[in-house]
Nanobody, 116 residues
Framework: QVQLVESGGGLVQAGGSLRLSCAVSGPFFSTSTMNWYRQAPGKQRELVATTSSGGSTNYADSVKGRFTISRDNVKNMVYLQMNSLKPEDTAVYFC??????????WGQGTQVTVSS
């Protein structure tokens, strides 16, 4: 029923920008907390950014001031604008939805590669 599909990843040079999108189908999007995670090779998956149903946001220290998470509750979309990208931002980026029943849903991920 619930499906998350990420897009927008790719190869970019250090200092460049990318905008990731996550399209969500299914119920409860507007009341859900939306998250972006990333997982680099050989590393654990880490939380990058969160937006609550009310629109408040939180970021990992490593991306503060460079990344911006936003959501569109009409289109059921969540975005991650990534600026001033660094090689250490290279990872697979995942979208996760946590609904009001505390159930998690994940997307399949999109690869972001930042070259130095």
């Amino acid at each position: 029923q619930v499906q998350l599909v990420e897009s927008g990843g790719g190869l970019v040079q250090a200092g460049g920008s990318l905008r990731l999108s996550c399209a969500v189908s299914g119920p409860f999007f507007s009341t859900s907390t939306m998250n972006w995670y990333r997982q680099a090779p050989g590393k654990q998956r880490e939380l990058v950014a969160t937006t609550s149903s009310g629109g408040s946001t939180n970021y990992a220290d490593s991306v503060k001031g460079r990344f911006t998470i936003s959501r569109d509750n009409v289109k059921n979309m969540v975005y991650l604008q990534m600026n001033s990208l660094k090689p250490e931002d290279t990872a697979v980026y995942f979208c996760k939805m946590v609904n009001i029943f505390r159930k998690d849903y994940w997307g399949q991920g999109t690869q972001v590669t930042v070259s130095s």
